[in-house]
């Protein structure tokens, strides 16, 4: 697919295979785009977390991952995981590397994954992002996100996903048929 600037990306489901991918843009992270998506200092993946990011069930975990098509590199991931206690609930994650941002691929790997999501159940996304991650508040207000919370040094989101062709004040069906889609 292409982007705003006509730059061709791949999107597809990350696999177990692609760990080396994701060590290779993590390591063309900025430490403040590090910090942004992982709220603390983070130096380096560790081989379990590296094996947590890829070896995804696809139904309770999963993530896309964007190939730059002409380089093959990883560019960017966006992933949910579902609520243990709410399974119609799941937190989201977007990282996409510096020389990418601001592309609009962080719109397309989110809209993607709420399609995922909802296939599988899910209703609702949470967010836990840095207070000054600028460009994902941004992102999530486009989605329709609503600050639900803060803490000290980060803010909570919630984007209730409307199924296609609903309005956000209709009731859905399937899983979400009793609740309201409107953001709590």
């Known amino acids: 697919m292409a982007l705003r600037d006509g730059s061709k990306v791949l999107i597809r489901q990350i696999q177990p295979a692609d760990a080396p991918l994701l060590a290779d843009g993590f390591a ?30 696809h139904h309770d975990h999963e993530a896309l991952g964007a190939l730059d098509q002409a380089g093959g590199r990883g560019v960017g991931v966006a992933r949910y995981i579902r609520d243990a206690e709410d399974p119609h609930a799941a937190e ?12 609009g ?6 809209a993607r994954l709420s399609d995922r999501a909802r ?6 996304f949470t967010a836990l992002v840095a207070d000054d991650n600028v460009a994902m508040a941004g992102l999530l207000r486009n989605m329709g996100a609503s600050l639900t919370g803060r803490s000290p040094g980060a803010v909570d989101y919630e984007i209730t996903l409307t199924p296609p062709g609903k309005s956000t004040t209709t009731a859905a069906e399937g899983p979400c048929q009793d609740r309201v889609l409107t953001p709590c």
């Open 28 to 57: 063309r992270l900025s430490d403040k785009s590090r910090r942004m998506r992982f709220l603390a200092r983070k130096d380096q993946l560790s081989a379990a977390e590296l094996r947590y990011f890829t070896d995804v069930d």
């Open 92 to 103: 989201i994650a977007v990282t996409i590397v510096d020389e990418w941002q601001g592309r």
């Open 105 to 110: 691929l962080g719109a397309e790997l989110l």
């Open 119 to 124: 296939s599988e159940g899910i209703c609702r």
